[in-house]
């Protein structure tokens, strides 16, 4: 106890001088601070992206400071001031916080889309381009028609299981193309390990859920002090992360070892070891590279995807018109291709909308300034957490008409085509800079052929109750790390008998 009262003290000490410290310099507009904690108390940990555009509102500003124990943090509400640091002044804001809970505790420091930026990061970074880059893309394309076909089959023979569907497509999907595994149809052992893993991610990698990331001496208290839960969640997490990245990884080592490795992007990146470098450090840096993509590709297509699904229920018209679209191009004979996208703008635009309208990621995954700057006479010092409210940049009034109605026709000419002139909300919601998320490409391919496949075939309908009146959808959403809708009960119908049909034919397995 002695060692923890001392340990307060210094950090108390160290504040002092940053409190007066602060007085020298201008810094935007925030809430409620007091002396030495700062707005510690006034940290919003749930739903963090609603109260940062709240303030900014209130204050009128579209940056937001808070001094949290003597971090400094910026929340940049706008896409200008996004535009501005993040992306123009990216060599200055492209670091990533490290995280006691998160890196150190749980071991998410083998994720490359949190690492700090550097050396390390970028052949990392360099891995991953050379098998996501958009000219490798199409290689995945017969994955996903086949992916996207067994998806509508689920989601016509069990349609109240529509995130178990998407969650199998989507993992289906990422582990065949990044390890050449084909997932059991029922109970899949890696779909397992994801989910523990990934349960984790979404709990540690929220800035500031964790007091141990802003005092890291409280790592060293004993886990069976009150208080302590996080040293016991991380003793259970930290096994299944490690356990998500080295199990797929050593089975593709052991399959070229023994001469039978399927097609993938872990036995590609393995083939191609530089036989003049470190093995072993080239080994760790294809395992931590293909698991980024294995957990990346997850989660935010069955977000999005979860986003679409509701966003038809409520919004027939807009099913109705894309389904006219899509029959005007197929001829209803066969299902949507990659290839047919320039024909099809607004199927792409629902794409779009979905991704606007409900982020998958709100506050986007914060940065940290490697020097000092300055933006609009405000201070911003080294090692400041800044954030691009994602939320607030795809819900901002001036940029999006009526933002919280769903409406594709935003990213759409008069004449029906993609306006090259709207803003672009995939500029948001995959990230900034030099952060900005590997896998776009493939995410969006993905994506598109999953929509595009479900609206040639199904009808999306509310559910009725007993007396035949609709069910209404709570739109409720969650508010951790990752903004994905409540489970909601849906409706799946085939179009006709012409569209069962091209559901059991469709493209070849």
């Known amino acids: 106890m002695e060692n923890i009262t001392f340990a307060v003290l210094f950090v108390l000490l160290l504040a002092v001088p940053l409190f007066f410290k602060r007085q020298r310099y201008r810094f935007p507009p925030g809430p409620k601070s007091l002396p030495l904690i700062g707005s510690v108390l006034e940290f919003p940990v749930q739903s963090s992206w609603l109260t940062y555009q709240r303030w900014g509102r209130e204050l009128a500003s579209d940056i937001i400071y808070l001094n949290v124990l003597g971090k400094h943090i910026y929340v940049l509400n706008s896409a200008q001031a996004v535009s501005d640091l993040l992306e123009k002044r990216s060599g200055t804001y492209s670091d990533r916080v490290v995280t006691t809970m998160a890196h150190e505790m749980v071991g998410w420091d083998k994720n490359f889309a949190l690492q700090p930026y550097g050396e390390f990061?970028?052949?990392?970074?360099?891995?991953?381009?050379?098998?996501?880059?958009?000219?490798?893309?199409?290689?995945?394309?017969?994955?996903?028609?086949?992916?996207?076909?067994?998806?509508?089959?689920?989601?016509?023979?069990?349609?109240?299981?529509?995130?178990?569907?998407?969650?199998?497509?989507?993992?289906?999907?990422?582990?065949?193309?990044?390890?050449?595994?084909?997932?059991?149809?029922?109970?899949?052992?890696?779909?397992?390990?994801?989910?523990?893993?990934?349960?984790?991610?979404?709990?540690?990698?929220?800035?500031?859920?964790?007091?141990?990331?802003?005092?890291?001496?409280?790592?060293?208290?004993?886990s069976w002090m009150p208080g302590a839960q996080f040293k016991r969640d991380a003793t259970v997490w930290a096994p299944q992360v490690n356990q998500m990245f080295d199990e797929p990884f050593d089975v593709v080592k052991r399959a070229l070892a023994e001469g039978n490795a399927?097609?993938?992007?872990?036995?590609?990146?393995?083939?191609?070891?530089?036989?003049?470098?470190?093995?072993?450090?080239?080994?760790?840096?294809?395992k931590q590279a293909v698991g980024t993509a294995y957990i990346g590709g997850a989660d935010t297509t069955v977000s999005t995807l979860s986003t679409f699904v509701l966003a038809m229920m409520t919004h027939p018209d807009v099913q109705r018109t894309a389904q006219e679209h899509i029959d005007r191009v197929t001829g209803g004979d066969r299902l949507p291709t990659i290839e047919d996208r320039d024909a099809l703008p607004y199927v792409t635009a629902i794409i779009k909308e979905a991704?606007?309208?409900?982020?998958?990621?709100?506050?986007?995954?914060?940065?940290?300034?490697?020097?000092d700057d300055e933006y609009?006479?405000?201070?911003?010092?080294?090692?400041?957490?800044?954030?691009?409210?994602a939320w607030a940049v795809l819900h901002d009034e001036a940029r999006y008409a009526n933002p919280d109605a769903?409406?594709?026709?935003?990213?759409?000419?008069?004449?029906?085509?993609?306006?090259?002139?709207?803003?672009?909300?995939?500029?948001?919601?995959?990230?900034?800079?030099?952060?900005?998320?590997?896998?776009?490409?493939?995410?969006l391919d993905s994506m598109w052929?999953?929509?595009?496949?479900?609206?040639?075939?199904?009808?999306?309908?509310?559910?009725?109750?007993?007396?035949?009146?609709p069910v209404e959808p709570s739109m409720a959403y969650t508010t951790g790390l990752l903004e994905q809708p409540e489970p909601f009960a849906v409706v799946f119908k085939p179009r006709s008998q012409a569209a069962e049909a091209l559901i059991c034919e469709g493209h070849d397995d």
């Not at 097609?263 to 294809?286: F, G, Y």
């Not at 991704?355 to 020097?371: D, F, S, Y």
């Not at 090259?420 to 800079?433: M, S, W």
């Open 121 to 222: 990061w970028r052949e990392h970074r360099k891995a991953f381009h050379q098998q996501f880059q958009p000219d490798m893309v199409p290689r995945y394309h017969v994955h996903m028609y086949k992916q996207a076909k067994d998806l509508v089959r689920r989601l016509i023979a069990e349609p109240n299981a529509l995130k178990q569907h998407l969650r199998y497509m989507a993992g289906a999907l990422i582990l065949r193309v990044s390890y050449g595994i084909d997932a059991e149809p029922k109970d899949d052992h890696y779909f397992e390990i994801i989910e523990q893993a990934v349960y984790s991610l979404t709990e540690v990698a929220n800035t500031g859920a964790y007091l141990v990331d802003f005092l890291p001496f409280l790592k060293h208290i004993p």
């Open 449 to 469: 052929v999953n929509v595009a496949c479900v609206l040639a075939t199904l009808d999306i309908r509310k559910p009725v109750n007993e007396h035949g009146v």
């Open 376 to 389: 609009r006479g405000y201070h911003i010092p080294k090692g400041s957490i800044v954030m691009g409210n």
């Open 355 to 371: 991704l606007r309208w409900r982020p998958v990621l709100p506050m986007a995954v914060p940065h940290i300034t490697t020097a």
């Open 262 to 286: 399927p097609d993938s992007v872990c036995a590609a990146l393995l083939s191609e070891l530089d036989p003049r470098k470190d093995h072993a450090h080239q080994e760790t840096v294809i």
């Open 406 to 443: 769903f409406d594709p026709t935003r990213f759409l000419t008069p004449a029906g085509m993609l306006d090259k002139d709207a803003p672009d909300a995939l500029e948001a919601a995959f990230g900034y800079g030099r952060r900005v998320c590997a896998g776009l490409h493939f995410a």
